[in-house]
C-alpha cells in the first residue's frame, strides 16, 4: 500500500516542481514556433490573455480539488462528486484523464529521445566518429527506440524516487539548471548579426494578419498544453502541497513561470533563426512561411550551429541538453499520473507501480516508433487537440458545478484565510463556472467543424 502519503517540502519545492511539469517542450519549441507562423506579437498578445482569462482557472481547478481530495485524479473526482451518476462520471473522466496522460508522454517520450541523441551528436562528431554522429542524427527506427527506452528509463527512476526524493529533488535541480542555459544562450545569440530582425518579428505586431478564430484556437490548444492541464498532473501535483500553503498564489506563481519561460524562449528560437538566415541557411518554406516544427529543430538549427564553427558544437549541445531537461522535468509528472493512480487505487508500491506503468508506456512508445507515419501524428492530435480541452471542460465543470461551493472555499481557505474577500473568490467561481467552459466549448466547436 502506499502507506502515508507524499508531499512537498517546501513552497518552493512545489513551485519548482510544478514549473517544471509546465516548462517542457511545449514552452521552448511549442511556443516560439506557433508564436513564428502565427504573426509572432500578435500570438504573444492572444496568447497572454487567455493564459490568464481560460488557463489560470482551469489551474486552480486542478490544484484546489488535488489538495482538497489528496488523491490521484480518478478519486478525488469521486470524492467531490455528490451522486452516483456524477462519482461515475467522476471516475471516468478522471479514467481519461490517466490514459491521456500516458499517450502523450509515449509521444513526448520519442520526440526527448531525438533531443537526446541530438545533444550526443556535436561531441562523437568532434571525436571523429562521424558514422556514429551521422547515425544519432538520422531518423532511423532504431534509434527512435534506443533513446525513447532511455528517456522513459530516466523518467522510470525518478519517478520511482517518490515526491521528495524523486520529483522535487530532481525538479529542484534540473530547472535552475534549465533558466540557467536558457538566459545564457539568449545572451550569446542576441549578439550575432541577424539577431536584431528577428526580435522584430517577435515582439512588434504585424496587425495586417488581423487576428483570426484560428490564432485563437491554436493559442488556447497552446496554453492548456503548456499549463499541463485537464490530464490530472496538476491535480496529482495540488495534492502534494501542504494545507498551510497559499493555494492562490502558488497557481499564479506557476502560470506566471510557465508564461515567462515561453516568451524567453521566443528571444532566444525566432532570432536564432534569423542569425541563420544572415549566415545563409533557408528559413522560410516555399509558401513563404518561417519554418517550424520539426524541420526548425532538427534542420534549421543544427545547420546554424554548424556555420558557427567551434562555438557551434557548445552552444548546439547546450541547446539539446536544455531540451532535454525541458522534457524530463515535464515527463516525470506526466508518469506521476498513471503512477499514483496505480498506487493508490490498486495498493501496488511505487516502485513497482512505476516500472509496470513505465513498461506499458514504453510499449505504446515502441508501438508508435514501428508505425510512425500512421500513429505519431493520430497521438499527437488525439491527446493534445481533443482530450486535453475537453478534460479540462469537464474539470472545470466538477470545479464549479458539482463539488459543493461551500468545499471550495473552505480547502482555499486552508492556507489562505482571507479568501472569501479576494479578488479571486470574486471572480473565480464566475469564470470555472461560465467563462471556461463556454470558452472551450465554443473554441472546441470550432475546432470540430472548422
Ligand atoms: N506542459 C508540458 C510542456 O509544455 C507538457 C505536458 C502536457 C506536461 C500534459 C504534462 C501533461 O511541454
Redesign the pocket.
Known amino acids: 500500500m502506499a502507506g502515508a502519503r507524499g508531499e512537498f517540502s517546501s513552497r518552493l519545492g512545489f513551485i519548482l516542481a510544478a514549473s517544471g511539469?509546465?516548462?517542457?517542450?511545449?514552452?521552448i519549441w511549442g511556443f516560439p514556433t506557433q508564436a513564428a507562423s502565427n504573426g509572432g506579437a500578435i500570438f504573444l498578445l492572444v496568447y497572454l490573455v487567455l493564459a490568464f482569462a481560460l488557463a489560470y482557472p482551469a489551474l486552480m481547478a486542478e490544484l484546489i480539488i488535488g489538495r482538497h481530495a489528496q488523491a490521484n485524479i480518478v478519486s478525488a473526482l469521486r470524492q467531490v462528486s455528490n451522486n452516483a451518476a456524477s462519482r461515475f462520471i467522476g471516475a471516468l473522466t478522471g479514467f481519461v484523464g490517466i490514459i491521456t496522460?500516458s499517450l502523450?508522454l509515449a509521444f513526448y517520450a520519442i520526440v526527448a529521445g531525438w533531443m537526446i541523441a541530438f545533444a550526443l551528436a556535436p561531441a562523437s562528431a568532434l571525436l571523429r566518429a562521424d558514422a556514429l554522429a551521422s547515425w544519432l542524427t538520422g531518423f532511423s527506427t532504431e534509434r527512435n527506440l534506443l533513446f525513447m527506452l532511455i528517456f522513459m528509463l530516466l523518467t522510470c527512476l525518478i519517478i520511482s524516487g517518490g515526491v521528495r526524493n524523486g520529483i522535487e529533488k530532481w525538479s529542484s535541480r534540473l530547472m535552475p539548471m534549465l533558466i540557467f542555459i536558457l538566459l545564457g544562450l539568449i545572451a550569446y545569440v542576441m549578439m550575432l548579426p541577424g539577431a536584431m530582425e528577428g526580435l522584430k518579428v517577435y515582439l512588434l505586431p504585424d496587425f495586417s494578419r488581423g487576428i483570426d478564430l484560428q490564432l485563437i484556437v491554436n493559442a488556447l490548444g497552446q496554453a492548456f498544453?503548456?499549463?499541463?492541464l485537464g490530464?490530472g498532473?496538476m491535480l496529482i501535483y495540488g495534492s502534494y502541497i501542504s494545507k498551510q500553503e497559499n493555494i492562490v498564489s502558488l497557481g499564479l506563481s506557476i502560470t506566471l513561470i510557465d508564461i515567462g519561460i515561453a516568451v524567453l524562449a521566443g528571444l532566444l528560437i525566432i532570432p536564432a533563426m534569423y542569425v541563420a538566415q544572415h549566415n545563409g541557411v533557408q528559413i522560410f518554406d516555399a509558401a513563404g512561411n518561417l519554418i517550424a516544427e520539426d524541420t526548425l529543430i532538427f534542420t534549421v538549427l543544427p545547420a546554424l550551429f554548424d556555420t558557427m564553427g567551434g562555438a557551434g558544437v557548445v552552444v548546439g549541445f547546450a541547446f539539446f541538453v536544455l531540451m532535454t531537461i525541458a522534457a524530463l522535468t515535464?515527463s516525470i509528472?506526466?508518469l506521476e499520473a498513471p503512477v499514483s493512480y496505480v498506487c493508490e487505487e490498486h495498493g501496488l508500491s511505487r516502485r513497482v507501480s512505476s516500472f509496470l506503468v513505465s513498461g506499458i508506456i514504453a510499449v505504446i512508445s515502441a508501438l508508435i516508433v514501428f508505425n510512425f507515419g500512421d500513429l505519431f501524428g493520430l497521438v499527437i492530435n488525439l491527446t493534445t487537440r481533443y482530450a486535453q480541452p475537453l478534460l479540462g471542460l469537464m474539470l472545470c465543470i466538477f470545479a464549479g458545478w458539482i463539488w459543493h461551493r461551500n468545499q471550495v472555499l473552505a480547502e482555499i481557505k486552508a492556507g489562505f484565510e482571507q479568501a472569501e474577500q479576494s479578488l479571486f473568490w470574486r471572480i473565480w467561481p464566475i469564470y470555472i463556472r461560465y467563462v471556461c467552459p463556454l470558452a472551450i466549448l465554443t473554441v472546441f466547436a470550432q475546432k470540430v467543424l472548422g
Open positions: 511539469s509546465a516548462v517542457g517542450l511545449g514552452n496522460a502523450i498544453f503548456s499549463l499541463s490530464v498532473v515535464s509528472s506526466m
